[in-house]
């Protein structure tokens, strides 16, 4: 069975799902986060500093994780698109600052990939992410 995951007080994505969640073994689910971006549950974007868009999307990617059962360890892998990679190679420190105090000390397999626009204007970054919950819970 698929779930749609949705976090409390989120607005509905217009044509997308912030994310899926498939059981594939009893208790065992594999979840897929569609590209979130650093704007609020409301669309609402708070900062175009790209490290603070940063933080926020990964603050997405753990909402929406947690809606079905999943915290940051449980990432399988991530895919970050990125409007200006000399602005993220400048301030990888800072990026990695805010990755570890949301994420923690788990690394997944990653890409990052530089992008001409994202389908949001004011948008920096978008992520998309996998995920495994394993019964074990």
Same mark, same amino acid.
């Given at each position: 069975?698929?779930?749609?995951?949705?976090?409390?007080?989120?607005?509905? %994505?217009?044509?997308? $799902?912030?994310? *899926?969640?498939? !059981?594939?073994?009893?208790? /065992? =689910?594999?979840?897929? &986060?569609?590209?979130?971006?650093?704007?609020?549950?409301?669309?609402?974007?708070?900062?175009?500093?790209?490290?603070?868009?940063?933080?926020?999307?990964?603050?997405?990617?753990?909402?929406?994780?947690?809606?079905? %059962?999943?915290?940051? $360890?449980?990432? *399988?892998?991530? !895919?970050?698109?990125?409007? /200006? =990679?000399?602005?993220? &190679?400048?301030?990888?420190?800072?990026?990695?600052?805010?990755?570890?105090?949301?994420?923690?000390?788990?690394?997944?397999?990653?890409?990052?990939?530089?992008?001409?626009?994202?389908?949001?204007?004011?948008?920096?970054?978008?992520?998309?992410?996998?995920?495994?919950?394993?019964?074990?819970?």
């Amino acid at each position: 069975m698929m779930d749609v995951l949705l976090p409390e007080g989120w607005k509905k %994505g217009k044509g997308y $799902s912030h994310g *899926m969640a498939e !059981t594939i073994e009893p208790g /065992d =689910k594999l979840i897929t &986060l569609g590209g979130l971006i650093g704007w609020n549950g409301q669309e609402e974007f708070e900062s175009d500093d790209f490290i603070e868009q940063c933080r926020q999307t990964l603050e997405n990617v753990v909402t929406v994780l947690a809606q079905a %059962g999943a915290e940051p $360890s449980d990432v *399988m892998s991530m !895919t970050w698109y990125i409007t /200006d =990679k000399e602005e993220c &190679l400048a301030r990888q420190k800072e990026l990695g600052a805010a990755y570890r105090a949301t994420m923690g000390d788990h690394f997944p397999a990653m890409a990052m990939v530089e992008v001409k626009a994202l389908m949001e204007d004011r948008a920096k970054v978008e992520i998309e992410t996998r995920a495994v919950v394993k019964n074990e819970r």
